[in-house]
């Protein structure tokens, strides 16, 4: 799989194993299995979608990655750490923003480093839980500082309005990514953002382009799920009720599967 240069001189797969739902948790009713999860990354990992996205704050998630490094690299060996690109998260505790101590980032991701087993990340996306707690400048330059010392590859963030982008852009704090969700469900992307991005070379990454699975055959022409299997799931159904609702959802799928059928697919 080729891959795509999402800033200079750092490619990724155009597709991004995430790790949600790898999180114990996450599942409603399902309990993860470690040795199918690892075999399942390094199947996604063979196959080309080397580049894998996971946080800090996804319970368990970056000692799965790390133990997937090492069976990796039992079977491949010393080049298992070039062949993959890790993405995580600093996500501060939403308790305490309003009393954030910027020590916090450096042993989170130093925490991150340990879970992984690795001396440097590719890319730590900063989130946010509150604009008026202003401290996520400080946050981000925290973040470069690590950069600087070789412990972490490119900044990102998450989950941003523009404003605030325009004001780290602005404080030369400058991210090399912004990860937003992105679909046919919600285009807020559309409204300013995606042209500042491109304007500024910042390289945009999507997260729900399919909606938890809900963008699949397996939902057309049938009756919204009263029980879905994950809290993914759960956040999708939220977005497809602020689309207009399950019967318009409806109607987009057939347009979809219309699509997909002129070009021999599916949706």
């Not at 990655?65 to 505790?93: C, F, M, W």
Request: aromatic share 8%; glycine share 8%.
């Amino acid at each position: 799989m080729k891959k795509a240069e999402l800033v200079d001189g750092y490619a990724i797969s155009p597709v991004i194993k995430g790790g949600w739902q790898l999180s114990s948790g996450h599942s409603l009713d399902r309990v993860i299995r470690e040795d199918e999860a690892i075999s399942d990354m390094i199947a996604f990992i063979e196959s080309g979608i080397t580049t894998l996205d996971f946080g800090d704050i996804y319970t368990g998630v970056e000692e799965l990655v790390g133990k997937t490094l090492i069976r990796l690299g039992e079977k491949i060996g010393s080049s298992a750490r070039d062949k993959v690109q890790l993405h995580t998260k600093y996500v501060p505790n939403e308790k305490s923003l309003n009393q954030f101590d910027s020590s916090d980032v450096a042993n989170i991701v130093n925490r991150s480093l340990e879970r992984l087993g690795v001396e440097k990340v590719d890319v730590v996306q900063l989130h946010w839980w509150r604009y008026e707690d202003r401290h996520y400048l400080e946050a981000l330059e925290s973040l470069f500082e690590l950069k600087q010392r070789g412990k972490v590859g490119n900044i990102g963030i998450t989950n941003f309005d523009l404003v605030r982008l325009q004001e780290m852009v602005g404080a030369g704090l400058k991210p090399a990514s912004h990860q937003i969700q992105y679909s046919l469900l919600d285009r807020r992307a559309e409204l300013g953002m995606s042209q500042y991005c491109l304007e500024n070379k910042i390289g945009i990454l999507c997260y729900g382009t399919v909606a938890g699975g809900f963008f699949s055959e397996k939902f057309l022409g049938v009756d919204e799920p009263s029980q879905v299997e994950t809290r993914s799931n759960v956040k999708y159904q939220i977005i497809i009720e602020e689309f207009g609702g399950w019967k318009l959802f409806q109607e987009l799928l057939k347009v979809c599967k219309k699509l997909a059928d002129n070009h021999s697919t599916d949706i």
